[in-house]
């Protein structure tokens, strides 16, 4: 007799209390999600099944001849097709509703899976006796939304329903209309459209569950700070423009004229910033390009680029050089000094464009999350959550906080001003480019 494998579990610590709790809970709910499909399948099959039992009941030949059905049917006959039609769509409603209770419960499944691996991770067991003594999934990526071999079936039975409706409700009404020489391409057309819009339903819901609902591939990318070299580069037009030295390690919070003891003004700031040259010229930061093209063409990501720029600023403009600025911003765009968020976007997708970087969109921000309802809907914030990004790169702590509680993960580009004791654990600091590369690869 072969020797049962006996794994005494340590001391449960609070998270694993609570993986076991939870593994509880998610059991009873996909035991009971699949109840609750069971019982509405036989209800569906009841209602569809009435009609036909009516007609057996009530519609005999002898009966139909005296009642004067026959008769009205036969002057309205588009009466039973919109009655089988609307039979059809209710049929079509009740099979989405079905489907998704089914991948609700793969979703549970997936989640105890997932349990089951932090279990087995603890346990100490060897992957020889883990194989061995194992016999349910560990993978969350198990079971498959899409199964073939065996929900497939419960919606055949829809389809089939659906399509043999559809089938004789054309059938009476093209009889009724062009007689019993009318042609059957129609019928068949629409009985095999009807058939597949079932299938296809089951398919396109479960490629959505399966590739976007909770994992959707899109990656917010801030971009001053994460894309390019923005500390270095404001170091230089501040000597050419204001005629000051700073270092770019010296910048250890943003505003620069907050910085305890620099003698950097909120007015050295704006000349440096309301200069074109600072938002054409910025370099790339290295390798940046080449990440994201992998992680478009690999990965599947797309790749949302925000900024929020509110420049030029006319009233910022140094005053002893009023002129200069003006001709530089009209170099740009005509109407640079008259819709700044026209011109800013121009020069932001200019840049993108000439090194190298393709995306997917770009979000010129106008405003931040409190300013007006308009401007709501045009930060990074409310889109992130309203498009469920997944992954978010931003160089600002406040912004990685904030978007902590949004995102699956944070991950903030290190920079001297955005140093923090303690991070939440989803708020991941990286150093370059590949290590963002690594991680979205790691999670994909």
């Known amino acids: 007799m072969q020797s049962q494998i006996s794994v005494p579990l340590p001391n449960k610590t609070p998270f694993q209390e609570y993986l076991l709790a939870e593994y509880q809970y998610l059991a009873q709910a996909h035991f009971n999600t699949i109840n609750t499909i069971s019982e509405f399948f036989k209800q569906y099959i009841l209602i569809v099944s009435l009609p036909i039992s009516l007609a057996v009941v009530f519609l005999k030949p002898a009966e139909l001849r005296t009642s004067g059905v026959l008769e009205y049917l036969q002057s309205h006959p588009s009466f039973p097709l919109i009655l089988l039609l609307l039979i059809v769509a209710v049929g079509l409603g009740v099979l989405g509703y079905v489907v998704n209770l089914r991948f609700d419960a793969l979703l549970y499944a997936r989640?105890?899976?997932?349990?089951?691996?932090?279990?087995?991770?603890?346990?100490?067991?060897?992957?020889?006796?883990?194989?061995?003594?194992?016999?349910?999934?560990?993978?969350?990526?198990?079971?498959?939304?899409?199964?073939?071999?065996?929900?497939?079936?419960?919606?055949?039975?829809?389809?089939?329903?659906?399509?043999?409706?559809?089938?004789?409700?054309?059938?009476?009404?093209?009889?009724?209309?062009?007689?019993?020489?009318?042609?059957?391409?129609?019928?068949?057309?629409?009985?095999?459209?009807?058939?597949?819009?079932?299938?296809?339903?089951?398919?396109?819901?479960?490629?959505?569950?399966?590739?976007?609902?909770?994992?959707?591939?899109?990656?917010?990318?801030?971009?001053?700070?994460?894309?390019?070299?923005?500390?270095?580069?404001?170091?230089?037009?501040?000597?050419?423009?204001?005629?000051?030295?700073?270092?770019?390690?010296?910048?250890?919070?943003?505003?620069?004229?907050?910085?305890?003891?620099?003698?950097?003004?909120?007015?050295?700031?704006?000349?440096?910033?309301?200069?074109?040259?600072?938002?054409?010229?910025?370099?790339?930061?290295?390798?940046?390009?080449?990440?994201?093209?992998?992680?478009?063409?690999?990965?599947?990501?797309?790749?949302?680029?925000?900024?929020?720029?509110?420049?030029?600023?006319?009233?910022?403009?140094?005053?002893?050089?009023?002129?200069?600025?003006?001709?530089?911003?009209?170099?740009?765009?005509?109407?640079?000094?008259?819709?700044?968020?026209?011109?800013?976007?121009?020069?932001?997708?200019?840049?993108?464009?000439?090194?190298?970087?393709?995306?997917?969109?770009?979000v010129v921000e106008v405003g931040n999350a409190d300013a007006r309802a308009r401007s709501r809907k045009r930060n990074r914030f409310s889109l992130a959550q309203q498009r469920n990004v997944r992954v978010f790169v931003e160089d600002d702590l406040n912004n990685a906080l904030r978007l902590a509680d949004i995102c699956e993960a944070v991950l903030l580009y290190d920079h001297p001003y955005n140093q923090a004791t303690e991070l939440p654990n989803n708020v991941v600091r990286v150093t370059s480019w590949q290590q963002i590369g690594d991680f979205v690869r790691r999670i994909s």
Not at 291 to 314: D, H, M, S
Not at 318 to 341: C, I, T
Request: hydrophobic share 40%; aromatic share 16%; proline share 6%.
């Open 111 to 362: 989640s105890v899976n997932g349990i089951r691996k932090s279990f087995y991770k603890a346990s100490g067991l060897n992957i020889e006796d883990e194989l061995r003594f194992r016999v349910l999934p560990i993978s969350t990526h198990l079971p498959k939304y899409v199964e073939p071999h065996f929900f497939f079936f419960v919606v055949l039975t829809f389809a089939v329903f659906g399509a043999a409706y559809l089938y004789l409700g054309l059938y009476v009404y093209l009889e009724a209309v062009q007689g019993p020489h009318f042609s059957r391409a129609w019928l068949w057309l629409g009985t095999s459209s009807c058939f597949f819009v079932h299938v296809l339903l089951y398919w396109a819901l479960g490629s959505y569950r399966e590739n976007s609902y909770l994992r959707t591939r899109i990656l917010g990318v801030d971009m001053d700070g994460v894309l390019n070299e923005h500390r270095s580069h404001f170091c230089e037009l501040l000597l050419s423009q204001a005629r000051k030295k700073l270092r770019p390690d010296e910048i250890t919070r943003i505003p620069v004229h907050e910085i305890p003891g620099c003698s950097v003004t909120r007015a050295d700031e704006q000349a440096v910033f309301n200069w074109p040259a600072y938002w054409t010229e910025m370099p790339p930061v290295d390798g940046a390009a080449t990440v994201i093209a992998g992680l478009r063409n690999i990965c599947g990501y797309k790749v949302w680029v925000f900024t929020e720029r509110p420049w030029p600023q006319t009233s910022g403009f140094p005053p002893s050089d009023l002129q200069r600025y003006r001709n530089a911003w009209r170099e740009h765009s005509r109407w640079a000094l008259f819709s700044k968020w026209r011109a800013i976007r121009k020069i932001s997708r200019k840049w993108l464009k000439t090194n190298g970087f393709k995306v997917d969109k770009l």
